[in-house]
């Protein structure tokens, strides 16, 4: 992967970040702040979630995440890497996967996992299972 790339690759995760930043109503030098990105960058991608609809802007000149933003952030894949352990997810809000991510960490070896579930309390206890059997080994 060249620099180009990967720039470009951490430009669009921070500006994916705005969805998350802009659920409470954040001024441009807040975003800027938050994201790092160049006022150009923020400006820019602060227009693409503008004209899509994913945020709006209040009177008082801060950016909001709208009711369409909400869905697309809760829908869009999300990462998170803690202590070499790296969970991609959606449609699972962070709380939740910091408690998969407390129970993961306790566990001792390699391990991958693939979890799907209709619903979040059926994951969780999948992985306390998980954390007993470890514990017994």
Same mark, same amino acid.
């Given at each position: 992967?060249?620099?180009?790339?990967? /720039?470009?690759?951490?430009?669009?995760?921070?500006?994916?970040?705005? !969805?998350?930043?802009?659920?409470?109503?954040?001024?441009?030098?807040?975003?800027?702040?938050?994201?790092?990105? /160049?006022?150009?960058?923020?400006?820019?991608?602060?227009?693409?979630?503008?004209?899509?609809?994913?945020?709006?802007?209040?009177?008082?000149?801060?950016?909001?995440?709208?009711?369409?933003? &909400?869905?697309?952030?809760?829908?869009? !894949?999300? /990462?998170?890497?803690?202590?070499?352990?790296?969970?991609?997810?959606?449609?699972?809000?962070?709380?939740?996967?910091?408690?998969?991510?407390?129970?993961?960490?306790?566990?001792?070896?390699?391990?991958? !996992?693939?979890?799907?579930? /209709?619903?979040?309390?059926?994951?969780? &206890?999948?992985?306390?299972?998980?954390?007993?059997?470890?514990?017994?080994?």
């Amino acid at each position: 992967m060249n620099g180009n790339n990967q /720039s470009g690759g951490i430009r669009a995760l921070k500006s994916e970040k705005i !969805l998350e930043y802009c659920k409470t109503p954040k001024s441009f030098t807040e975003l800027k702040e938050l994201t790092g990105l /160049s006022d150009a960058g923020l400006y820019k991608a602060l227009n693409k979630f503008l004209e899509e609809g994913l945020i709006r802007k209040t009177e008082e000149g801060k950016y909001v995440t709208t009711d369409k933003g &909400e869905k697309a952030y809760n829908n869009q !894949l999300k /990462s998170l890497m803690e202590e070499g352990i790296w969970i991609e997810y959606y449609g699972i809000g962070e709380d939740k996967i910091r408690e998969i991510l407390k129970i993961l960490k306790s566990v001792k070896g390699e391990f991958y !996992l693939k979890a799907s579930s /209709s619903s979040d309390e059926s994951l969780l &206890e999948q992985l306390i299972i998980l954390q007993e059997l470890n514990r017994n080994e």
